[in-house]
């Protein structure tokens, strides 16, 4: 049997057009809350246009208006199957003093092993250092093998000029858009069930360890902590909270412990990603500023003491704010 | 829900509706992917000149703003684009392409931000190899970027909108005088063959004057197997009026059709 196709289209086009009326309000506006008589207009249109697919598929195979219904009947499944929260206006302030350390203490465990894998790098590359020197070559980038830390120390004191000294501003930049790009890479790495972002932190762990060690060995503790302080106490929580979101997501991946399947498990855990790795993002602008306009100066410029002092004070302070801003943390679901 | 390499991915709704979505191949992903890598650098370009005058007053400045700027465009121009426009970039709107829910629900925020985030896993090691290699195996094309965001990129490709009325308006039926044959006509002629027919009638001015001929001569031999109408309402027309007046007789009712206007946006 066939539809008389002039007549059907005649019959259903009002419905369509007012379906397609009310589609076009919702996405122009996600924030738009239908009233309760819309609402059930636009249910009731949606089964109408659900239902005229059907008939169509039936009894005519008519493919442009067949196209045009399912494009219709596509975007209204979109609207009323929808069952996440609707977007919220974005609130900066609440987003990064509520949001962004109760998503961190949601996860906190995953933290504490990014923490275990840099902390195992340190080790491997500090004991790399020490028991075999010519390792410097591999372990330590950005030129600090060509030199002994005495060396750069009395350099770096000796220095009479301001080296960054109309730089400063692109040194900045230049480190934060750098330092985010690495943080992004290490998130986007959890994608390889987690294998990369774990290779990510434990190299940067065995960075941080050959030069911590190197400087130690050395006698340069001090000038260490007073150049690494001031900015390292946000940057490294924030590249091991950035491991944080590779790790949640080389877990979704993987689905170890759960009956969800993989679409429903990255669901769950897509907007705790992108609240993390945004965090991360402001923790590293923070970071870059300090580097540029604080770490590079040192004695008799600056003492190392108020360096340490300013670095501590910042770690206690980026603690209590992870672990306390937002009060309770908010469970899932 | 059910996804084949020919590129489609059927979703079935509660209601027991059927829509397909037509995934975009990764070539014309790549040619979209393409035109934005443009427009970025046009973008820059202009940009570039700018920071050009600005470097005469301030030189560290200027360039701060150029990482700033080439960076926020790399990560945002995607991400903003997608969010702003409901799944689209320049280069998608281009080739009529879209980002949706792979499960065919609303697009969400998150969704955007991650797959645009995890692209530095896909460009890996240079040119999308990560991405392509993956849209290659994946049996809805997704790169590992769409995978996390659980998204596809869908193809909408221009719908011409059949008239109906501009075809078989105020066209004499020569059929029409014999009811009863009319009435067997539509019990034999199944939906796939009223659609072929129909189908030709509305493309007909597509096809080179010999194909067309062809095509009309071997559809009209076929409807005309199907039910026999006496030779004085058939003999003196064109095998191509003898098909309109087929597809007239099996989407029309014998009342008058109703004036239609198809949906202008298809």
Redesign the interface.
């Known amino acids: 049997m066939i539809i008389d196709l002039a007549k059907f289209i005649a019959a259903g086009q009002p419905f369509w057009s007012e379906l397609d009326a009310f589609l076009k309000k919702l996405e122009d506006d996600p924030h738009r809350a239908l009233p309760l008589d819309q609402s059930r207009r636009f249910h009731y249109l949606y089964e109408r246009a659900a239902a005229d697919l059907a008939k169509l598929d039936t009894f005519a195979n008519e493919p442009d208006t067949r196209r045009y219904l399912a494009s219709l009947v596509a975007r209204a499944y979109g609207e009323i199957h929808e069952t996440r929260e609707k977007p919220h206006r974005f609130e900066p302030l609440h987003w990064f003093m509520v949001i962004f350390p109760q998503t961190f203490r949601r996860h906190v465990n995953v933290f504490w092993l990014t923490v275990a894998i840099t902390l195992a790098g340190c080790v491997f590359g500090g004991f790399a250092t020490i028991l075999d020197p010519e390792s410097r070559h591999v372990t330590m980038p950005f030129g600090h093998d060509q030199m002994k830390p005495s060396e750069r120390v009395a350099h770096e004191e000796k220095a009479r000029h301001d080296r960054l000294a109309g730089e400063r501003a692109t040194f900045s930049t230049f480190l934060m858009t750098h330092n985010t790009k690495v943080s992004i890479l290490t998130m986007a790495l959890g994608m390889t069930w987690g294998v990369g972002t774990v290779i990510m932190l434990f190299y940067n762990g065995v960075i941080l360890g050959a030069i911590s060690v190197d400087y130690i060995a050395d006698g340069q503790g001090k000038f260490l902590a007073g150049w690494l302080l001031p900015h390292g106490s946000f940057e490294i929580p924030a590249i091991l909270i950035a491991g944080q979101a590779g790790l949640i997501l080389g877990r979704a991946l993987i689905g170890r412990g759960t009956r969800k399947n993989l679409a429903e498990r990255l669901r769950e855990i897509s907007t705790d990603l992108v609240t993390l790795i945004g965090g991360v993002g402001v923790l590293l602008i923070w970071a870059g500023l300090v580097e540029s306009f604080f770490s590079q100066y040192h004695e008799p410029v600056m003492p190392y003491s108020a360096k340490i002092a300013f670095g501590l004070v910042e770690l206690a302070a980026l603690t209590v704010f992870l672990w306390k801003s937002g009060g309770r943390t908010k469970l899932p679901g | 829900m059910n996804a084949s390499r020919a590129s489609t991915l059927t ?1 079935r ?9 037509l995934l975009a191949s990764p070539v014309t992903r790549f040619l979209a992917w393409a035109v934005d890598m443009a427009c970025i650098s046009a973008t820059m370009s202009i940009l570039g000149v700018a920071f050009h005058l600005l470097a005469v007053f301030d ?3 200027a ?3 150029s ?2 700027f080439y ?1 926020a465009a790399q ?1 945002g121009y995607g991400l903003i684009c997608e969010w702003l426009w ?1 799944g689209q970039t320049v280069g998608k709107r281009l080739l009529r392409l879209r980002v ?7 697009l ?4 955007v ?2 797959r645009n ?5 896909d460009m890996l090691p240079a040119f999308y190899l990560v991405g392509g290699l993956a849209t290659l195996i994946s049996s809805r094309t997704q790169r ?1 970027g769409d ?4 998204t596809i990129v869908i193809r ?1 490709p221009r ?4 008239d ?1 009325e501009q075809v078989l308006a105020g066209k004499f039926n020569s059929l029409r005088s014999h009811a009863h044959l009319e009435a067997r006509l ?1 019990q034999k ?1 199944s ?2 063959e ?2 072929l027919a ?2 030709a009638i509305l493309r007909r001015d597509e096809f080179d004057p010999r194909s067309r001929a062809e095509l009309f001569a071997r559809l009209a031999e076929h409807f005309r197997s199907l039910v026999e109408f006496p030779p004085d309402s058939v003999e003196h027309i064109t095998d191509e009026q003898y098909l309109r007046n087929v597809v007239d007789t ?4 014998r009342t008058a ?7 202008s ?2």
């Not at chain 2, 969400?108 to 969704?111: D, E, H, R």
């Not at chain 2, 985030?117 to 896993?121: D, H, N, Q």
């Not at chain 2, 995978?147 to 659980?150: D, K, P, S, T, V």
């Not at chain 2, 099996?250 to 009712?253: G, L, T």
């Open positions: 979703i709704t509660p209601e027991g509706v059927t829509f397909a979505l030189r560290d400045l360039r701060a703003l990482i700033v960076f990560i409901r949706v829910d792979a499960q065919g629900l609303r969400q925020f998150s969704q931000v991650i985030l995890l692209r530095f896993v590992l995978l996390a965001a659980n909408s719908i011409l909108q059949p109906l539509r002629v939906p796939v009223a659609s129909l189908q099996v989407y029309r009712s059709a109703p004036t239609v206007a198809f949906p946006k298809l």
